[in-house]
């Protein structure tokens, strides 16, 4: 007597390791007999880019590492297996498939360049049917009142065709058990240097300490959220510079998917009925909404994201300067707020989104250098990396972008004393400036000839008048 095959589907992780609310993992328990979770390190993701840079640098590898690690932990928890796995996604996904007769394999669905040339290519190459599922955003696109081709380019413009009229998906029931093979193999996550990669010395000490992994994700928002209740502050605090509780720090956990925005989005619902609604609570699924938006223009717009003149295709002549640009990334501008931010991305993968602001400005403005190598830059060493934010975000700087303003600059020196009033941040990254400038009896925003042991500033710029 032969049995029958077990109907076995392989539910292909990318950037979505969590269980809770995950549709692609969802649909694939209830509709195979048995389901292959799959993670994939891509060769392509850990090669140089054009400038020079690892694409996945040691900072965002280990957060990856820690949340692929911490996936197979609660997969095993429900009785699951993780399959890991180093190579080419196509060659690996056409093998494993043959392997276990697979009927299906199940992935969330990317929008970007990169990501859609790896699905084309495994879809070329596995025999079974390919299920994505769209599971990145608050709001789905087939709820959203317009296409995506009609998508406004000004944020505003959809946020309010969309805010109060779009409904918000409910969370997936819980998952009760997952059924894999029996001779799914466990093989080792591989190490930074499998990577190509060197340990990267975190400083722990002036940041949040960063960990990957679904339950980090929500050990945060319960502190985040019910303990400290710091999200009833949320937006008069999001533009502050030190400690761990001045934003939420969700970005780095819903770049990999170990939180999905619904699961956020209700959550700060339950704590606007159990203990306030204000300002705050709105403001932080208002950032939900950027994030959706940014990811929803890529879709529309395609490669005109990584274009010179961005997805407004403007005519814009970009310089390069080797020796400029490196005394930026290495927070060597003599610029003291723009170096303190550098040297903190450098030093621990990551950045806040004032300083964010403030360093992509300097770059293309003050200095006029092709914002795809800060673009670039940022992808190789963020740790909460998206490819849609990241990059939408630097042509909305560089005003090639969603921007209804034609001339968006942000003054450092401005900036550093609106946000960082009594220089803390700065003194906190640029110790040698602050001694300097106290036996000066400087203002450390702004250098001059006093300060021998401190670069002079690289460019006059607006600030400096």
Same mark, same amino acid.
């Given at each position: 007597m032969v049995l029958p095959l077990m109907s076995t589907a392989i539910v292909w992780f990318r950037n979505d390791l969590r269980l809770r609310h995950n549709a692609v993992l969802y649909k694939a328990i209830n509709r195979h007999e048995q389901v292959i979770p799959v993670y994939i390190f891509d060769n392509h993701y850990f090669e140089t880019n054009e400038f020079g840079f690892k694409k996945t640098g040691p900072f965002r590898a280990k957060f990856l590492i820690e %949340?692929?690690?911490?996936?197979?932990?609660? #997969?095993?928890? *429900?009785?699951?297996?993780?399959?890991?796995?180093?190579?080419?996604?196509?060659?690996?996904?056409?093998?494993?498939?043959?392997?276990?007769h697979v009927e299906a394999i199940y992935a969330q669905k990317e929008v970007c360049a990169e990501e859609l040339a790896i699905e084309q290519a495994v879809t070329k190459s596995v025999s079974c049917p390919l299920d994505f599922t769209w599971t990145s955003t608050l709001l789905q696109p087939e709820n959203l009142p317009l296409s995506i081709a009609e998508l406004p380019d000004i944020f505003t413009d959809f946020r309010k065709k969309c805010e109060k009229y779009v409904p918000i998906e409910t969370e997936l029931k819980p998952i009760n058990a997952i059924k894999c093979p029996e001779n799914i193999p466990h093989h080792e996550i591989p190490d930074l240097n499998a990577l190509g990669l060197e340990e990267p010395e975190v400083?722990? !000490?002036?940041? /949040?300490?960063?960990?990957?992994?679904?339950?980090?994700? +929500?050990?945060?928002?319960?502190?985040?959220?019910?303990?400290?209740? !710091? #999200?009833?502050?949320?937006?008069?605090?999001?533009?502050?510079?030190?400690?761990?509780?001045?934003?939420?720090? *969700?970005?780095? +956990?819903?770049?990999?998917?170990?939180?999905?925005?619904?699961? =956020?989005?209700?959550?700060?619902?339950? *704590?606007?009925?159990? =203990?306030?609604?204000?300002?705050?609570?709105?403001?932080?699924?208002?950032e939900l909404l950027w994030h959706d938006y940014f990811r929803f223009v890529c879709a529309k717009y395609g490669n005109m994201i990584f274009w010179p003149g961005g997805i407004r295709n403007e005519k814009i002549k970009w310089k390069w300067n080797a020796e400029l640009f490196e005394k930026w990334r290495l927070g060597q501008t003599g610029v003291p707020f723009v170096d303190a931010n550098m040297k903190e991305l450098l030093q621990t993968g990551f950045m806040s989104n004032r300083g964010r602001q403030n360093v992509a400005s300097f770059l293309v403005k003050d200095l006029g250098i092709d914002w795809? %190598?800060?673009?670039? +830059?940022? !992808?190789?060493?963020? =740790?909460?990396?998206?490819?849609?934010?990241?990059?939408?975000? +630097?042509?909305?700087?560089?005003? =090639?972008?969603?921007?209804?303003?034609?001339?968006?600059? *942000?003054?450092?020196?401005?900036?550093?004393?609106?946000?960082?009033?009594?220089?803390?941040?700065?003194?906190?990254? /640029?110790?040698?400036?602050?001694? /300097?400038?106290?036996?000066? %009896?400087?203002?450390?925003?702004?250098?001059?000839?006093? /300060?021998?042991?401190?670069?002079?500033?690289?460019?006059?710029?607006?600030?400096?008048?």
């Open positions: %949340a692929v690690a911490d996936l197979r932990r609660n #997969l095993e928890s *429900f009785g699951g297996q993780l399959l890991v796995e180093k190579g080419d996604s196509a060659t690996v996904l056409k093998t494993l498939s043959q392997q276990y400083d722990t !000490e002036r940041i /949040l300490d960063f960990k990957g992994g679904e339950t980090e994700a +929500w050990n945060r928002l319960n502190q985040y959220f019910w303990q400290s209740e !710091e #999200l009833s502050k949320y937006k008069h605090k999001r533009n502050g510079l030190l400690g761990a509780d001045y934003s939420s720090k *969700f970005s780095p +956990w819903l770049a990999l998917g170990c939180i999905s925005p619904v699961s =956020i989005y209700h959550e700060v619902k339950r *704590f606007e009925k159990r =203990i306030i609604k204000n300002e705050s609570t709105y403001w932080l699924v208002f795809r %190598a800060g673009a670039s +830059w940022f !992808e190789s060493q963020l =740790i909460d990396y998206d490819v849609c934010s990241n990059y939408g975000n +630097w042509n909305y700087i560089a005003g =090639i972008g969603n921007d209804p303003r034609d001339e968006r600059y *942000f003054n450092v020196v401005w900036q550093a004393k609106k946000y960082d009033a009594n220089a803390a941040f700065i003194k906190t990254w /640029l110790p040698a400036l602050e001694h /300097l400038c106290a036996e000066h %009896a400087i203002e450390p925003w702004k250098t001059n000839d006093k /300060l021998m042991h401190y670069p002079k500033p690289i460019v006059q710029g607006r600030f400096m008048k």
